[in-house]
């Protein structure tokens, strides 16, 4: 069956420290992936998006990559900061354009001071 | 600024009712989607729509209706409120960028409990 898995406990880092968010996928074939912040009560908000040919993409402190055969994508945010304390989301798209997205559950990060 | 949002942001309605949440995007987006989220299960996707008069079935659609008539507005229908159906609604929004990608813009949400 298709599945999209990202970490399913919270993460709690210190801040300061490298988070490293994982999402997993099975029995899909992305187009590209993408990464959402939501923070409580509020929608989700688009980060960042990365292609399957690319390995790795980077917006200030987010860094993002992408191992099509691992079927896997990591986020990292460095120099955490108790801001970054939200739910992160990954998407798959499964092909350019106009097409749906596909969302894991999502992993709470908690930074703390 | 361009936007998209809901209403009402919170209701409480009882089993049987029907009950209609708005959407409203004034990004001239051709593409709009309707979500619930609820605890371990994510963003799943209820209905969507690639434009005017064009609607689609998404993985969770029972029980529920949408229909286009505008490219700004794309109303979620609830035909007899179920307690099943009480969740955390989003709607959002895409547009093909330049680059031939789709992120899409959400909505603040809406609350909906049935009683």
């Known amino acids: 069956s298709q599945k999209i898995e990202q970490n399913s406990e919270a993460l709690n880092i210190q801040e300061g420290k490298t988070a490293t968010l994982t999402c997993n996928y099975t029995n899909y074939s992305p187009a590209y992936l993408q990464w959402y912040r939501q923070d409580p009560g509020r929608g989700p908000v688009f980060l960042l998006l990365?292609?399957?040919?690319?390995k790795e993409k980077r917006k200030e402190r987010l860094k993002v990559t992408f191992d099509t055969t691992l079927k896997q994508s990591l986020f990292h945010i460095t120099a955490s900061q108790p801001a970054d304390s939200a739910t992160y989301l990954c998407a798959l798209s499964l092909s350019g354009g106009y097409n749906k997205l596909i969302f894991g559950a999502g992993t709470r990060l908690a930074v703390h001071p | 600024d361009a936007e998209i949002t809901q209403s009402p942001r919170h209701k409480i309605t009882e089993t049987g009712r029907q009950v209609t949440l708005a959407c409203h995007q004034t990004w001239n987006h051709n593409n709009m989607f309707w979500y619930r989220q609820d605890l371990g299960h994510g963003l799943r996707l209820i209905h969507y729509?690639?434009?005017?008069?064009?609607?689609n079935k998404g993985e969770v659609s029972d029980g529920y209706s949408v229909s286009r008539s505008n490219t700004e507005d794309l109303p979620l229908t609830l035909e007899s409120a179920a307690s099943s159906q009480t969740s955390v609604y989003f709607c959002?929004?895409?547009?093909?960028?330049?680059?031939?990608?789709?992120?899409?813009?959400f909505g603040p949400g809406t609350r909906l409990t049935v009683l």
């Open positions: 959002a929004s895409s547009g093909l960028t330049s680059g031939g990608t789709n992120e899409q813009f």
């Open positions: 990365i292609r399957e040919n690319e």
């Open positions: 729509s690639y434009g005017v008069q064009d609607t």
